[in-house]
């Protein structure tokens, strides 16, 4: 089998287990200090990911936002922002969105049909054609070939529960807010197809702001930190 990256899942959850609510406006879980973890987590990963579906609903930049480390990482001769990436199987993608327009990073489109993509991109983005099936190992697969070590999956609800169905996925740092949503028709973490396997491993607890970050194992390359052992 070829190799992936270390593939690390993050995403928050209400304490009812949603991402979001119902609404057509995002719902923030994450307090100020929950971020700027997920922004270290970042900056130490060659590569972030979404699904199409995040960059039409909610508009991420996908970028460090710390200055900080921003310098850091092109003090160690990186990019200042890890590669940005993304999964589409309807190739319908706006070009001004941030993904295309903030920062240097370069950017890579995984589609279904490579020819959909270029004709909305144009030259934005490098396009891959996957073919239809769209399976998230082949992604991981392609982005180990062009040098991507440590992939940082941010979501959507599906492509994570897709990361978890194929076993692509090493690392899940799932972060709990203390909200709830109520909502039965909310999107949750697993979708249908989801993963039904071995128990994961609890490799750390932390507390930071408001929220609980969990990360959990999947596989043995998740190793626990050494103040944890």
Not at 40 to 52: E, H, N
Not at 53 to 69: H, K, N, Q, Y
Not at 129 to 149: F, Q
Not at 150 to 160: F, H, M, P, S
């Amino acid at each position: 089998m070829a190799e992936t990256p270390y593939t690390v899942l993050s995403c928050c959850v209400s304490l009812d287990g949603f991402l979001d609510d119902a609404t057509d406006r995002r719902l923030v879980l994450s307090d100020e200090a929950d971020l700027d973890r997920v922004d270290a987590v970042r900056a130490g990963c060659d590569a972030i990911l979404v699904g199409a579906g995040t960059i039409r609903a909610d508009d991420p930049r996908l970028c460090v936002r710390s200055a900080e480390r921003r310098a850091e990482r092109v003090r160690r001769g990186l990019p200042d922002s890890p590669l940005k990436v993304t999964v589409t199987e309807r190739g319908k993608l706006d070009p001004g969105a941030r993904f295309f327009t903030a920062g240097s990073a370069a950017r890579l489109v995984y589609a279904a049909c490579a020819s959909d993509v270029h004709e909305s991109v144009g030259e934005r983005a490098t396009v891959v054609g996957l073919g239809p099936a769209l399976s998230m190992r082949a992604v991981a697969e392609d982005l180990h070939t062009r040098g991507v070590r440590r992939l940082l999956v941010e979501g959507g609800a599906r492509v994570l529960t897709q990361f978890l169905a194929e076993g692509v996925a090493d690392e899940l740092q799932l972060a709990v807010a203390p909200l709830l949503v109520g909502d039965p028709h909310a999107p949750r973490l697993l979708g249908p197809g989801g993963h039904v396997g071995d128990r994961a491993r609890l490799a750390g607890v932390d507390q930071v702001g408001d929220v609980v970050v969990l990360r959990y194992a999947f596989t043995d390359r998740c190793v626990q930190r050494p103040e944890e052992g």
